[in-house]
């Protein structure tokens, strides 16, 4: 059942065995159904990690991804445990364990959602919760349980979460299992598993316990490593406008439009009906700007880029697809229309325009419904987002 073994490299960190990546979730083979939850649920393509795991799950392989949070690792295994389910089966197919409750709870809410259109049930195992209920919600057939290890080792123990018909077993965060003093409960689990069940293994860091499981119950396992940029605000002055209603944004940005246009800006929207809003509204005010979004094909978003990266076009206006995984050097001022819809996605807008010691200014659009958001985002980053001052062109 075991591979030979895995060498515990410099800084913890595991040596890929695997590149193929695949950098459009269409080009995935999902199922119909499956494919309409991803991009319903936001996605738009593929992040650094979902491109290179998803296909060795699918295939079959026991997969050890390192990666940390904030690289889309949850999205990476909820697809493909969706992809492998069978509906009609309503028995339990995929176990997935993570540390805590908290972190249980929003993977479950992530499977559940992406699985939106695919009728399958999925069930949060947790302790600190009604055993009564758990046991209730388990015999009524549903095919994935996410779970904390204490609980769902008690479930199989009372034969109330059968095993027969499990085909994967996700371990999300396994350092931080194995470091809580998990270790006995998961091998234990590992026992009561049928010997044929795949194993998917993500860790941000790969000390030797981990090492050990991945020996003891992983076959000759794809090693994939993905090392998340490092992203910082500083350098990066952060400064607010309060709008007093959504209404009046648009007037706001037409008054900086002359601010905006001294250097490259990136104008962030949340949806991509509100880029082409957004779009038209300027376009008719006879300002220049492109826009990109996730229901443009590859061919026209590598257009809209290459113009973008020549200077020939000077404002772009996106959705947070282009926030994650394309670095555009010479942009110095990015306008969060919108604020993000989660802080997470805030560094990945701002942080890169600061990038390699480069010096940037972002300015948030604020309404009075954005106000707690904000100061959320604040305290997340340690960081502070000041009222706009009258000289801002100085600083861009």
């Not at 509100?274 to 026209?300: C, E, N, P, Y």
């Not at 985002?377 to 100085?394: G, H, K, R």
Request: hydrophobic share 40%; proline share 3%; with cysteine.
């Amino acid at each position: 059942m075991a591979d030979k073994g895995l060498e515990e490299v410099p800084e913890g960190q595991i040596e890929s065995n695997y590149d193929e990546t695949t950098d459009s979730f269409d080009a995935m083979n999902l199922k119909p159904e499956l494919l309409r939850g991803v991009y319903a649920y936001g996605f738009e393509r593929p992040s650094a990690i979902q491109q290179r795991a998803i296909m060795p799950v699918i295939k079959g392989h026991d997969v050890i991804a390192q990666a940390q949070s904030g690289t889309g690792k949850t999205a990476t295994f909820s697809i493909s445990v969706l992809q492998k389910l069978d509906p009609n089966v309503k028995e339990c197919q995929a176990l997935i364990l993570a540390p805590t409750r908290e972190l249980a709870q929003q993977i479950q809410k992530v499977v559940v959602a992406i699985g939106d259109f695919m009728n399958i049930e999925c069930h949060a195992c947790i302790g600190g919760t009604s055993v009564r209920e758990d046991m209730k919600a388990l015999q009524s057939g549903v095919q994935v349980v996410v779970g904390t290890p204490g609980r769902v080792h008690d479930m199989i123990q009372r034969r109330v979460l059968k095993t027969d018909a499990m085909k994967m077993f996700v371990l999300d965060e396994a350092d931080e299992m194995l470091s809580r003093g998990f270790t006995e409960q998961i091998y234990d689990i590992f026992q009561l598993l049928p010997q044929s069940t795949q194993v998917v293994l993500l860790s941000a860091t790969m000390p030797q316990d981990v090492l050990e499981v991945t020996t003891k119950f992983m076959r000759d396992p794809v090693r994939i490593l993905v090392k998340k940029a490092e992203l910082t605000l500083e350098g990066i002055k952060q400064f607010y406008i309060a709008v007093e209603k959504e209404d009046w944004k648009l007037d706001t940005l037409s008054d900086l439009y002359e601010t905006v246009t001294i250097t490259q800006a990136v104008i962030f929207c949340n949806t991509r009906r509100k880029v082409d809003w957004l779009t038209d509204k300027l376009t008719a005010r006879d300002f220049t700007v492109s826009a990109m979004h996730g229901d443009m094909d590859q061919a026209q978003r590598d257009v809209i880029m290459k113009e973008f990266r020549s200077g020939s076009s000077r404002v772009l206006i996106a959705t947070d697809l282009l926030a994650r995984g394309i670095d555009v050097q010479q942009v110095s001022l990015v306008i969060n229309y919108d604020l993000p819809a989660n802080r997470e996605n805030y560094i990945h807008r701002i942080g890169r325009g600061g990038r390699f010691g480069r010096k940037g200014v972002a300015i948030n659009f604020v309404t009075a419904d954005d106000v707690r958001m904000m100061r959320e985002i604040e305290q997340f980053y340690s960081t502070q987002i000041e009222e706009m001052p009258m000289n801002v062109a100085d600083l861009i």
